[in-house]
């Protein structure tokens, strides 16, 4: 028999996935989840937001089905007591992506109709809460990477009851990681999203950082990737090995976000856990790559990063910040 349980949903809608999580609103441990990937044409380079929009609407049906029933399988009956939606890249009022209005829409209808609290919270913070989900950080602030196909940030973040306190230290300048892994994966016939299929092609060089090298910008904890993508897709034209090429961009992603990250952990002198989450963080290479080149240049720091299942989009985050805020006083 189902036992009723009070519980937190959590709602994400990025750029290429529709997701939903419950947690437990008493001890946040999470429940169940359901996430579906938005469908990208074969050879296109990502989605226009209207598209976007549009598939999530379509999605939502689904991902809440078989939330409910994850829940059921669980012996759950839902008692829910606050939705928590994330509305906005980054915590900031100027960050804006239309696509997270469709999952806004779904939220605000849903904790009306419940008659429970409503939280809004970014898809930045989402993704670090989801991070410290399985490595919580000190109370102290701490150096956390978000990147992604739409950001690469490189921040000094502090918990608080309602997500977190961001100030950020760097940026891509240009291009983010996840548009060098998904337009060179592109260009080597890779299905988009490209991430997944891109690191299974590069595990052929083996542990290897391979022969070809591309050299990527980077001052203070800032990055430039749109040099090294003009020379990959170079390589790519003249005809180079496609799995020494997926590789280059990982060693080069990997190279760039560790000397931002040892210039961030320098900079604010006392922190010293790292926390790296978004899609392109949960690349084994990249991972193994970051973390041996920081504990060998950096004494004492501790690096962190989510499993790769929930390094990916999903609503773990943002519902672990919806039961922040139920359990602030």
Known sequence: ???????VLGVDTSNYTTSVCAVDAVHGRMVAEARRPLRVPRGERGLRQSEAAFQHVQNFPTVMAELLDRLMAEGVRPA??????SVRPRPWASSYMPVFQSGFAVAASLAHSLGVPLTRTSHQ?????????????PGAPFVAVHMSGGTCDVVIARRTPSGYAITRVGEALDLHPGQLVDRVGVALGLPFPAGPHLEQLARRCGTSPGELLLKAPVRGASMSFSGPLTAALRAVQAGAPAHEVARAVEACIARSVAKAVEYAVRHAQTARHVLIA???????????TI???LERRVPGIHVAFAPPEFA???????????????CAP
């Open 291 to 293: 973390r041996s080149r």
């Open 125 to 137: 913070e989402g993704h670090l809460a989801a991070a410290e989900y399985f490595a919580p950080m």
């Open 80 to 85: 829910w007591r606050r939705v928590a939606v």
């Open 278 to 288: 978004g899609g392109v963080a949960s690349n084994q290479f990249i991972q193994c």
């Open 312 to 326: 990916r989009d999903n609503a773990l985050g943002v519902a672990t910040i919806g039961y922040w805020r139920e």
């Open 1 to 7: 028999m189902a036992r009723e349980t009070p519980l």
